[in-house]
């Protein structure tokens, strides 16, 4: 047996420790996070949207995106589906937000839905970072940082709203494309985005969080019947910066209402408050073991008559 | 490597040869042959040729995924960010990969030097299997010169892939420092070997620590996609454990695979004290895999129960889950205890083989197939299979020319006038209640 003395023992037992805390706390974050007050939001109004793609075609002037393969105007784009017709177009690394058609259950007009970054109070992506890529900004938006990021599209993955894209094609600089609410160009000047400036529908309604909350309950209010009982968006995931009103089921038209309430973050907070524990308790259990049993084999031979005996002189 | 062992070649086991001087490193690198031999035993050996045409397939188009870009050979998407790379590559290669930490806390911590014939080979199994996932990270990531940022450039410590990159890196140091001391013993650098030895303990301890931790964080991983993860293979709560607790088995599996598939194919390596115990410690791991696959089964059904996701089980969904769950962890279950009850280490061997294809399905059950089951399946591209071919062969080569060389199958013999009693005893320990000489078959304690 490898004699190995106390001393040794204790050097060791703090060199292990010392490697251990070289690297840095990692801490959950504190109760949830329900947005900055001052944060900007959108408001989109589904009945009011007449599916004119205009705002497609402002995110793309705005955001300098290339040409698509159909014009704007084109209502093809609304026939298209993907992967054995089951799925609908969505965010891509040439369009930051898009709109599609969806058919009533009831066998009513169509109803057009507009998809970009929803901009979350406290968004998946940012808290599934690990170089911290992503900042929610005091306007609201979610803004990422393409200088840091290593490509490992956790991001995605977290998501709820499958909206980051990935510009896969690039081999030597591929980085997340999505929806940044124009924060640099428009938003930080207190401007609407684009694709608000560009509705011709009033369709989206720009202003602070708080307050198109209140414009939203006041239209269910007003006009009774119109609306479903829902504000998608106030509490999905922790509430995002952009919410929706309807007049048909959320489901129908491609929501995903299965979302929890609480932020993605709160799903992983029970095992991130598991490693500071585990870095804790786990050094002195297992070398609590070895003692234990080094202890067992310095007495090998001993038997339980032995001890009994030298606690008896 | 036959036609030498008949002409009464044997490979290089120690400093020197008895009564001739003391090998160089190229002596040693070509296991005492001459290059030319050894050149010509590789190429005799069909399995090379194999290896060969793979490598002349896959490597180009490795060298081909840097030039154009991840979308020109893989299906990753926008829907599935994760493809094959990381789903077998990182997900599945890790748990098994357990092993090292698993053997060193059983010999090191808890004192069962009785399992020290297979201790080193499970701590290579463990390194390697996280060097190459990290070669498989690498391949897949947008920017993989940029992966000491997390480590230097920028932090995001709230997030579970932060505590998996740290853990990971750490855990890497840690295990080659581990698996070190056959390369100062190939090298005949004692200084360093002693030094190891000193730090053994603390060593051990982090590597279970890093282990529980990032075991348990590749799981938690997937709970950032709550709605996207069909919920039979998701639990908010459990999701870590289940991915710890699998991590158990799969990596005591993966020990009984591996030293089958050398006691086959490496015999000429393997020295007397490996071949004499491996039946009875491949008995003593399935022990281990088994109490770790009844509690894996117990808190898998938990988080069933726990999420009421019982009407789940009646549906497409539920019976690949039933499959699963039956093939690797029930079926396993009741072949080990056959295996065990009856002494017959075939049926061990091959239900341990049973048992990692089960952590590997669940793998990519959990990352690839499970993953966006409310979307549409995502199959992944031929070049995709093929890249993550070619570097499974590449660890495979990796790993066959440690164990050719190293002393992980057999034991280093020192020349007694280097070789102090002391650094013996530390290699062979016998104990008090086990004086039985290296060698010799240990009967378990209890």
Redesign the interface.
Known sequence: ??K?SRR??L???????A??TL???????AATFEGYSEGMGVLVDLTRCVGCRSCEAACNKEQKLPTPDLPFDDPAVFDQTF??G??KR???EKAYTVVNRYEPKDGSQPVYRKIQCNHCNEP?CL???????YTKTREGAVVYNSK???????C???C?F?V???S????F???IKKCIFCHETRLKQGLPPACVAGCPQEALTFGHRNSLIKIARERMRHQPGRYIDHIYGEKEVGGTAWIYLSAVPFEEVGF?T???KEP??S??K???S??PM??AI??AL??G??LL??H??NH??DDHQNIDEEAHK | MKQFLVKGWRPVDAEAKEGQETLTLWNKLWLGLTFRQYLSQAVRNPFNWVIAIIFAIGIPLVLYRFVFGLGAVTHSSNDYPWGLFLSFGLFAMVPLSASGFMLGTAVEIFGRHDFEPVERLAMLNGLLGYFFAVVFLLVDLGQPWRLPYPMAVAFGPAAVLFLVGWHVATYLTVQVAEVSVSFFEWMNWPVCKKFIRRITIGLTVSGIILSTLHQGALGALFTYAPGKLHPLWYSASFQWLHFLVSAIPGGLCMVIVVSTIVKKTMAWRCDERFMANLDRLTIALAKGASMGLITYLVIKLIGVAHDNEWIYLSTGWGSWYLFEMGIGVVLPLILFARGIRYNKVGLIRFTALLTVFGVVLNRLNTALIAFNWKLYQDIPHWKEITISITLFTLYIVTYRFILYRLPILFEWKTQPAEAPEAVRAKTVCPTQSNPSPAGAVYRSRD
């Open positions: 047996m490898s190995i040794r023992f050097a060791a037992s703090v060199a292990g420790g490697a251990i690297a840095p706390t990692k801490k959950a974050l992967h054995g089951t799925q969505r965010t891509t998946a808290t599934s970072c690990f170089v911290n890529a840091v990021c290593v490509g490992c599209r956790n995605m993955v977290a709820p499958n980051p894209a990935y896969y094609s690039s081999a600089n591929p980085m995903d299965t979302l929890q993605i973050l799903n992983v029970d095992f991130l598991t490693v585990v870095l786990w050094p297992f070398s073991f070895h049993a080094k067992k084999e090998a031979g």
